[in-house]
């Protein structure tokens, strides 16, 4: 855990130096140093006076790397195109089993014959008709409406509409470590 990174990443970004973290929280130089430079781990209580000297929450001072905020820029998003139906899939954001992506069906597209994998999915549509289909379920679907279901059991969508239909899923598996 790289606690004092973080610290020293925040206090500099606050632009405080260490005599004022010092003067503010009761804590010598030579601590915070230590701290700071991963040399030392202090107990919950101090890093509850240094977050709350910072104005952070102590459990962000707490948070891996891999557990804190993710940013995709809109032209850093890893795009897939499907050969048979032109189906567009943008992977937007994923945390952990959590996973949003922007689909785009063409006129006539589809996922392919029925599919299936692990986990649940949320679905809205953003525009266009669409059918979705999972087992004796099928329901055609527009702009505004939502669906979801179990991953595991086949499932079908087709853009059955004139325009190319967008749809915002969320996608969540359980993350393996």
């Known amino acids: 855990m790289d606690i004092g990174s973080k610290i020293r990443t925040i206090r500099k970004r606050k632009n405080i130096t260490i005599a004022q973290i010092c003067e503010g929280t009761g804590l010598s130089k030579g601590f915070i140093s230590n701290v700071e430079n991963n040399n030392t781990s202090p107990s919950i209580n101090t890093l509850q006076t240094i977050a709350s000297f910072l104005r952070v929450p102590l459990p962000y001072l707490l948070l891996e790397k891999n557990e804190q905020m993710s940013v ?79 991953a595991s059991v086949p499932h079908y969508v087709k853009n059955i509409g004139d325009e190319v239909a967008s749809v915002l899923i969320a996608v969540y598996t359980e993350a393996t470590e």
């Open 72 to 150: 995709i820029r809109k032209n850093e998003r890893q795009v897939m195109t499907s050969n048979e139906s032109d189906m567009k899939v943008e992977h937007l954001a994923s945390m952990g089993g959590l996973s949003i992506r922007m689909v785009e069906f063409p006129p006539g597209a589809s996922t392919g014959g029925k599919n299936a994998h692990e986990g649940e999915e949320c679905h809205l549509v953003l525009k266009g008709k669409i059918l979705a289909e999972q087992g004796e379920d099928s329901y055609i679907l527009e702009e505004g409406d939502t669906f979801s279901w179990c």
